[in-house]
C-alpha cells in the first residue's frame, strides 16, 4: 500500500520560496496511471488543490496558483517536490502530499499524507 | 475556476439520517464530475471517503452512501454515530483541475 511523507522547512520567510518534497514508499512513483499532488489548507480553513504531476513530467497547476507554483518528480528517488515563490503570510498552511487511485487523467487525490504545517513569517 | 457549494454545517441526531449536498455555482453535477468525498477529523489528514460518485473505500462503513440528488453530488449518512462527527469536503474533477467544496462541519446531537 502506497504511504506518502511530507517533508521540509516549517517556517519560511516571507518573499522567498518555499519547498517541500513528499517521500512515496510501498510502491514506485513511476506506476502507470498515479498522479502525485499537493494540497493545503489553512488553519482553519477549507482543502486546497495546489497541483499534481504525471511521472513522465507532465504538470497540472491550480489556476490561482500556477504563477508561483512547480512541482516536481524525482524518479530515481520515489519522491515528488513543490515550491511555491513569492510566499506570504496567506500560504500558511497545512500541505499534504496526495496520490490518485490509478486512473489516466483522474486528478482526484485518493491517498493522502499526514501533513506537514508550513508558517510564512515576515 | 469553477466554486463548488456545500451546506456550511449540518446537525443530526445519533441514528438520524443526514444528507449533504455538493454543486457548482453554475450548471449541476454528472457522473463525468467524478465526484469524491472526504472525511477530516480535528488534527487529521482527510480520508477518502466516497470516489466516483457512490463506491466506498475499503475503510468506508455502510452507513455513508454516495449518490447524484437533484443535479447535486450527495453524501448520505444513514444512522449516524457519534464518531461521524467531522468536516466533509466534496471535490469535484474537471478538465485538468480538480476543485474541493468549502466543506460542511457536521454535529452528531
Known amino acids: 500500500q502506497l504511504q506518502l511523507q511530507e517533508s521540509g522547512p516549517g517556517l519560511v520567510k516571507s518573499s522567498e520560496t518555499m519547498s517541500l518534497t513528499c517521500i512515496v514508499s510501498g510502491g514506485s512513483i513511476s506506476s502507470n496511471s498515479h498522479y502525485w499532488g499537493w494540497i493545503r489548507q489553512p488553519p482553519g480553513k477549507g482543502l486546497q488543490w495546489i497541483g499534481s504531476i504525471y511521472y513522465s513530467g507532465d504538470t497540472y497547476y491550480n489556476p490561482s496558483l500556477k504563477s508561483r507554483v512547480t512541482i516536481s518528480v524525482d524518479t530515481s528517488k520515489n519522491q515528488f517536490s513543490l515550491k511555491l515563490s513569492s510566499v506570504t503570510a496567506a500560504d500558511t498552511a497545512v500541505y499534504y502530499c496526495?496520490?490518485?487511485?490509478?486512473?489516466?487523467?483522474?486528478?482526484?487525490?485518493?491517498?493522502w499524507g499526514q501533513g506537514t504545517l508550513v508558517t510564512v513569517s515576515s | 475556476q469553477a466554486v463548488v457549494t456545500q451546506e456550511p454545517s449540518l446537525t443530526v441526531s445519533p441514528g438520524g439520517t443526514v444528507t449533504l449536498t455538493c454543486g457548482p455555482s453554475t450548471g449541476t453535477v454528472t457522473s463525468g464530475h467524478n465526484p469524491y468525498w472526504f472525511q477530516q477529523k480535528p488534527g487529521q489528514a482527510p480520508r477518502t471517503l466516497i470516489y466516483d460518485t457512490s463506491n466506498k473505500h475499503s475503510w468506508t462503513p455502510a452507513r455513508f452512501s454516495g449518490s447524484l440528488l437533484g443535479g447535486k453530488a450527495a453524501l448520505t449518512l444513514s444512522g449516524a454515530q457519534p464518531e461521524d462527527e467531522a468536516e466533509y469536503y466534496c471535490?469535484?474533477?474537471?478538465?485538468?483541475?480538480?476543485?474541493f467544496g468549502g466543506g460542511t462541519k457536521l454535529t452528531v446531537l
Open positions: 471535490l469535484l474533477s474537471y478538465s485538468g483541475v480538480v476543485v
Open positions: 496526495a496520490t490518485t487511485r490509478g486512473q489516466l487523467y483522474m486528478l482526484a487525490p485518493f491517498s
